[in-house]
């Protein structure tokens, strides 16, 4: 029997575990890290000291900083056991460094793009909202049209993050100099508060009055007030985690206070009234500010801003996402894990756990994105995954993968790397234009359609705020550790300094052009190497060698191969991850197959119209983040053929080609034969097909004219259309500039509707002066309702709506009169005692 440890090495132990379950709980990238504030001289950390030690106070924390790292596992000590097998912790990101590799090349193009943005054009409306003089005018698109300022708070994340990647002292600088201007202007503003919002002030006072309006993306008549102050919170949050700017810390704590005084003035009604507008992430950063400072007034805060009309279905283990808007749920369930791992809440971790089983196992596609039009549609039917141009949205992967992490250092499940994989090769990776730079918004899944990216001094989208971020954290799921377990999560040419441990590991590969990865291991040391094994990887196919002999490749319940020793200087391990082409079919079990090879998704340019000169570079208006040229016939996409779906044998390898594929005589149709597959993250400027249509040689005929006939009335319909608005839906209404008095919406069997006790209006564009028609969509079960319709404040029609259309949706035409001009405000106005709408469909036909 050992032993008693003295008292204050049982202390130190203790102190240790109890430091690494915080600090793994955190957010990954975020509080994950700063394992040198306790390496410092054996400092203690007190609780309320965000991170820095108690001793020394003046000294500036190295970035990545802010809870303490775990102490090596010993597992002779009695509290050795308990480090082994408690949480995970990620690295921080100034603990990793990239490697030769398409992630690398990406993480360079990204810093030049960071690089080439005005930071004084980005701090221009926090200056003028605190009546300070400003350096340059504000940006254009989102920037200026009442989200002002979203981008600044991702701008600080991103440079942030990019210095703690990198050591790039030209970016620290940057992203002190932007810390320094907020500091301003939040001293000019005098009460804590900091923000871009226009008009901001006056708005924040009405809702401090308890005088509140809120809908599902506006809060008293401002877009998304909530969710546009949580990229600067989390921006001042990161600013000082991986920056080690304490200025930041200092007003993030007080812009926090000023919230806590503003919110305290709203009952729970009016609270939870309010967080039906997208809020971001709102209620996690404040639990990360909690844990900062030591203070439980922040994680109360915390809570009352979780959405309890999400999470209460979450926790009952029902799904009810059909139809929400998906990015805005996404960040209040990465809330839930952290409420939830930082205060013991077990439902609230289940919930989380929970969202994610059912978004990742029933609303994900091949390349790990979700959503059409930015909403979940039904579990059981992808077809507006195929026919629409607006898939999967970038931002949601991007805080998909956050809670991945999350939930990954929770119990170390490879399950979670698995998709942490697959969503970062083939969406987050794929969503950059090499070389120039530049965003993309929406990834179509349909055929032969494309995608545009952002250009730095124009698009000022939400994907392009967190697009910043993405291409600057790629080193921070690479690697975990727990105790003196090492896992090896991506396969990811990286170098790795465990400072903890005294041991550096550099992965070097080709992965996955290669399909295998050499790890050097640098340092003399008894720990595990965990190993993931991939799903993609057969059962017994998976082979580790160390310094050339072969060691049992064993896989655990964790999905992971353990191999512990004695490790040397020098000493190498060498894994074989051999890569086997397969189908996936479409969730939905449609009859539409994505084609992989091992974590890869494979797609192939198309040429539908010939000659054709697409622009892929979005332009500055609102809506230039989609994809609007011509769209090709859905008919007219090539078709896989084959006698049975069993045809992932038929790819063949192009010799000295890597990942790149032909299969002779399987596709069909345009370009015929000549069809090459290659990752989806190499498709770039190009139409390109992703999820390919089946058919067996004798259904081909007939399936191909079933899709001329369910398209040829949409195509047509769009063809005359010459803008629209989904009603009810927050993109389409924000980009059609909403206005509203005593508005409402709802869903309706997984259609969207809009009503307002007074009135609500959209702003239409007709820059040709084509419009003659309104097309709009009711339901009967709005019989009775009595409205008028105004175009610019013309009366066009006195509607009262009734029961006797042959389906419960329909739609009615109104003629519109010659020159009402290139902007058309439609205005919906309720008779007295009535209602206008509900509304389902707005059109604008020539």
Not at 130 to 156: F, I, R, V
Not at 459 to 481: D, P, Q, R, T
Not at 695 to 724: F, H, M, N, V, Y
């Amino acid at each position: 029997m050992a032993a008693a440890p003295d008292k204050p090495a049982r202390r130190r132990a203790l102190q240790a575990a109890a430091v690494a379950v915080a600090a793994v709980a955190s957010p990954p990238g975020v509080a994950q890290a700063a394992e040198a504030l306790t390496a410092r001289a054996g400092k203690p950390v007190s609780p309320g000291s965000g991170g820095r030690a108690s001793s020394d106070a003046d000294a500036v924390p190295r970035p990545d900083a802010f809870p303490v790292e775990a102490a090596p596992a010993d597992n002779g000590h009695p509290d050795g056991d308990a480090l082994a097998n408690g949480p995970v912790a990620l690295f921080p990101l100034s603990a990793v460094r990239l490697g030769a590799s398409p992630f690398l090349e990406s993480q360079q193009t990204d810093l030049r793009y960071i690089m080439a943005l005005d930071a004084d054009r980005l701090l221009a409306p926090f200056l003028r909202e605190a009546g300070l003089p400003l350096k340059q005018p504000t940006y254009g698109n989102w920037e200026s049209s009442g989200l002002d300022g979203h981008m600044g708070g991702h701008y600080l994340s991103a440079l942030a993050m990019m210095y703690a990647a990198t050591g790039d002292t030209k970016v620290l600088d940057r992203l002190n100099y932007c810390v320094a201007e907020l500091k301003r202007c939040q001293q000019a503003n005098g009460d804590g508060y900091l923000g871009g919002i226009p008009g901001g002030a006056s708005a924040w006072r009405d809702i401090a009055q308890g005088k509140l309006q809120a809908d599902n993306f506006s809060v008293n008549g401002k877009w998304v007030p909530w969710y546009n102050l949580h990229k600067l919170y989390a921006g001042l949050r990161d600013a000082y985690t991986y920056g080690g700017n304490n200025d930041a810390r200092t007003m993030l704590i007080a812009l926090c206070d000023w919230t806590l005084d503003l919110t305290s003035h709203l009952n729970e009604e009016q609270m939870q009234s309010m967080l039906r507008s997208e809020h971001g992430g709102m209620n996690e950063v404040l639990a990360d500010i909690s844990q900062m400072t030591g203070q439980q007034k922040y994680m109360d805060l915390a809570i009352r801003f979780s959405h309890q009309a999400i999470l209460r279905p979450l926790e009952d283990g029902k799904d009810q996402l059909t139809g929400l808007h998906a990015n805005t749920q996404i960040p209040k369930v990465i809330g839930f894990k952290r409420i939830g791992d930082l205060t013991g809440r077990r439902e609230w971790q289940n919930a989380a756990r929970f969202f994610w089983q059912t978004v990742h196992d029933h609303r994900t596609v091949a390349i790990g994105g979700n959503s059409v039009k930015e909403h979940f549609h039904s579990e059981k039917d992808f077809s507006s995954m195929i026919e629409e141009v607006e898939g999967p949205e970038t931002c949601n992967t991007y805080n998909m993968l956050k809670l991945t992490a999350l939930l990954f250092t929770g119990d170390g499940d490879g399950a979670y790397a698995d998709y942490y994989e697959r969503a970062l090769y083939n969406h987050i990776l794929s969503s950059q234009r090499p070389h120039s730079g530049g965003f993309v918004y929406f990834t179509p899944m349909r055929p032969n359609h494309y995608r545009v990216y952002s250009q730095p001094q124009q698009a000022m989208w939400c994907c392009v705020g967190s697009g910043l971020e993405n291409h600057a954290k790629y080193g921070e799921f690479i690697y975990a550790h727990r105790g003196d377990q090492l896992y090896v999560n991506l396969f990811i040419p990286s170098t790795l300094d465990w400072r903890e441990q005294g041991v550096t590991l550099r992965q070097a590969n080709r992965f996955p052009d290669q399909d295998s990865s050499t790890i050097t291991v640098k340092g003399n040391k008894t720990f595990t190497l965990k190993i993931r094994h991939p799903g993609w990887v057969e059962r017994d196919a998976l082979r580790i060698a160390v310094n050339g002999k072969q060691v049992e490749a064993s896989i655990g319940a964790d999905r992971y191969v353990s191999v512990r020793r004695q490790w040397r200087d020098g000493d190498k391990v060498e894994i074989k991850l051999p890569m086997k082409t397969r189908l996936e079919q479409m969730p939905d079990k449609s009859s539409y197959y994505a084609v992989l090879h091992g974590p890869v998704v494979l797609a192939a340019k198309t040429d539908p119209f010939p000659n054709e000169k697409l622009n892929f570079l979005a332009d500055d208006s609102r809506m230039g983040h989609i994809a609007s040229g011509p769209i090709s016939p859905l008919e007219a996409a090539p078709v896989l053929v084959s006698d049975t779906a069993a045809f992932a044998g038929r790819f063949r390898a192009v010799p000295g080609r890597p990942l790149t594929f032909v299969a002779p005589g399987l596709v069909q149709g345009k370009p015929a034969g000549a069809t090459t597959f290659v990752p989806f993250f190499r498709v770039h400027d190009a139409r390109y097909v992703v999820y390919w249509p089946y058919s067996t040689p004798g259904d081909l005929k007939s399936k191909r004219a079933k899709a001329a006939e369910d398209e040829a009335e949409r195509l047509a319909l769009d063809a005359r259309t010459i803008d629209q608005v989904a009603p009810g839906e927050q993109q389409p209404e924000s980009d059609h500039f909403f206005k509203a008095d005593g508005a409402d919406a709802g869903i309706n069997k997984g259609r969207h509707w809009r009503h307002a006790s007074n009135w609500f209006s959209y702003e239409l564009s007709d820059r040709k002066g084509e419009g003659r028609l309104l097309r709009l969509t009711y339901s009967t079960l709005d019989a009775g309702r009595r409205f008028d319709i105004l175009v610019n404040d013309r009366l066009i029609a006195e509607v009262k709506l009734d029961a006797t259309a042959p389906q419960e949706l329909y739609t009615r035409d109104y003629p519109l009169p010659a020159g009402l001009g290139q902007k058309l405000v439609v205005k919906f106005v309720a008779r007295g005692g009535s209602i206008a709408g509900g509304l389902y469909g707005l059109r604008l036909l020539r």
